[in-house]
């Protein structure tokens, strides 16, 4: 099950006020801290589960979300922060360069 607080789904409202609305796919992605979830605008998929709030869809993978529910989409000032069951590394075992989150 994917939730979305009503702070998200009033952003994610704003965002598409000028714009046709489109679904927001939560998908996995790995970057220099680890692996995490995330949003971006997406098609939907055969293999999608799909949820509506607020007329928007927000769609993702069935077995990623097998894995990670219950997902929730929230925000706060400093931005929107997605929550769930899926034991995420964190740290910086990937990129070892100075300069950035692994220094």
Same mark, same amino acid.
């Given at each position: 099950? =994917?939730?979305?607080?009503?702070?998200?789904? &009033?952003?994610?409202? #704003?965002?598409? #006020?000028?714009?046709? =609305?489109?679904?927001?796919? =939560?998908?996995?992605?790995?970057?220099?801290?680890?692996?995490?979830?995330?949003?971006?605008?997406?098609?939907?998929?055969?293999?999608?589960?799909?949820?509506?709030?607020?007329?928007?869809?927000? =769609?993702?993978?069935?077995?990623?979300?097998?894995?990670?529910?219950? @997902? &929730? @989409?929230?925000?706060?000032?400093?931005?929107?922060?997605?929550?769930?069951?899926?034991?995420?590394?964190?740290?910086?075992?990937?990129?070892?360069?100075?300069?950035?989150?692994?220094?």
């Amino acid at each position: 099950m =994917i939730t979305v607080t009503q702070p998200a789904q &009033e952003q994610v409202k #704003a965002y598409f #006020a000028d714009k046709d =609305i489109q679904p927001v796919r =939560i998908f996995l992605t790995q970057g220099c801290g680890g692996a995490q979830l995330a949003m971006a605008l997406d098609e939907k998929r055969e293999s999608d589960a799909v949820f509506e709030f607020s007329c928007v869809e927000y =769609i993702m993978d069935n077995s990623l979300l097998d894995e990670a529910k219950p @997902v &929730e @989409v929230g925000y706060s000032g400093a931005g929107f922060h997605l929550s769930s069951n899926l034991d995420l590394s964190s740290g910086c075992s990937s990129c070892g360069t100075k300069g950035s989150c692994c220094s």
